[in-house]
């Protein structure tokens, strides 16, 4: 299956000032379309053929087996007026299993697009009286989609069809599979329920309550020296991506996963690439099993469990993982912008203000910020002045004295990166002397007070600090360095 959806549970606890809903985002003909995810339970490829089920209703497909039940599947588009997708999009239908109360239906739609956490006020009411022959009410404002998405009535969709699967009733006094939560169980004896994705061939398995949100991949500022790592913008916070590959190399070639999945903590969050989400599994402490020595020293394989293919899902402590990537401190919402401030924080930690001086944005290797006051001049090369890859800048005349030159993307360019040929040289007063870095690009000045300054203590001798540039989503973070300090 190829999918990026599966049914997902709530992830972070949401902020005191407002709640949030976790909404999967189909593709209905041309329709964007959302639906409450904790009415999903699986996302499957279309069948081949249907059972027949004749019914003068003609928005019923037909009947598909699922799990040894027969569930009845809906074309919503030939009951509402809604415009065709196009042909091409012809192998990305699939089949969503959607479940309110006892009741299942299939729903017909022609793509996935993935995972998304919204605010409740970002769900806007449309029709203000009852409508219950209409299954769209209301309109979703989703950030990067200009036209939004429509909500989905599920319990309505049925109700119009008169189709479904009945699920049977559990037992008295004995918890549901299909309700990992019920309060018949003692707390330890409880499933826990798991999202699992796959990153290579290796299947990895997320407690469900950490899911922030699984969204295309987006690009990624560098950071670090793998093509699958790097800092994101989520929710107005610098997000690092991990690569999880770096200390347990995946199965197979590596390839650039097309899917990042955000993982939350506490107040803290991480993203890792992954290629798709394949199953949500429900797991009692008898189906958890002791991970092999090896990648228990990682510090966050938790156990082992299989799916139903026999097939191992490595299940993956968040807490831990975030413990052992110290960078993941940079997520922490920026003082300003917190509900609360962190109680008893020590060690590690992460800070944010307002830039208390200009600063000048440029590329070099990376998007970085230096302090305007040490830039004494800015100067543009002559082809000639440019140096060939590889070959150290010969001195440069620059008023009435020679200076030498740095290859500043030389020396911070992460090995995946292409090469670009500078274009400047940054002129900087450092204590004795003055000195000249080459750069590929300026990109902008920033005026005092005019953007967050986070700093992420690492545990080394010098803090990273970040400055936040724009507005989501176009939001960049540039790596502050002080050129009137550094050698580089």
Known sequence: MNTPLERSSRAAAPSPAHTWRELALVQLGELCVAIPIDQVRQALPRPATWQ??????????????????????????????????PASQAGAERILVLQCGDRQVGLLVQGVQGVRRVPTAAVQRLRHTPAPEEVFDALVQIEG?????????????????????????????????????????????????????????????????TLGELRPRPVLQPFGHSPHTGIAQWRGRHLPVLDLGTAWPPEGPRDSPPWLLVLCHGELAVGVLLHELRDMVSLRPADRHAAPQALAELGYVQGLAQDANGDPIFLIDVAALIAVHPESQISRLPVQASERAPAGASGQHASSRTNEQPYLVFEAGALLCTP????????????EQVPAPGQTPAPFAWRGQWLDLIDLPGRLRPRHRAARAPSHVLVVQQAQRCQGFLIEEVRSIVPTGRAPLSQL????????????????????????????QEAV
């Open 52 to 85: 027949p089920l004749p019914r003068r209703d003609h928005a019923l497909l037909g009947v598909m087996n699922l799990a040894g039940h027969s569930l009845p599947v809906v074309d919503l588009a030939r009951w509402v007026d809604i415009p065709p997708a």
């Open 145 to 209: 989609l200009p036209q939004g998405a429509q909500l989905l009535e599920v319990s309505r969709l049925m109700d119009l069809a008169q189709v479904w699967h009945q699920a049977e009733a559990p037992a008295q006094g004995h918890a549901s599979a299909a309700d990992p939560n019920s309060g018949d169980a003692a707390p330890a004896a409880r499933p826990q329920r798991y999202a699992v994705l796959r990153l290579g061939q290796r299947l990895l398995g997320f407690p469900a309550v």
């Open 372 to 383: 305007v006051s040490g830039v004494q001049e800015i100067l543009a090369l002559r082809p």
């Open 457 to 484: 203590n690492l545990g080394q001798d010098q803090p990273v600090e970040f400055l936040t540039l724009g507005a989501p989503p176009e939001q960049r973070s540039a790596r502050r360095i002080d050129l009137r």
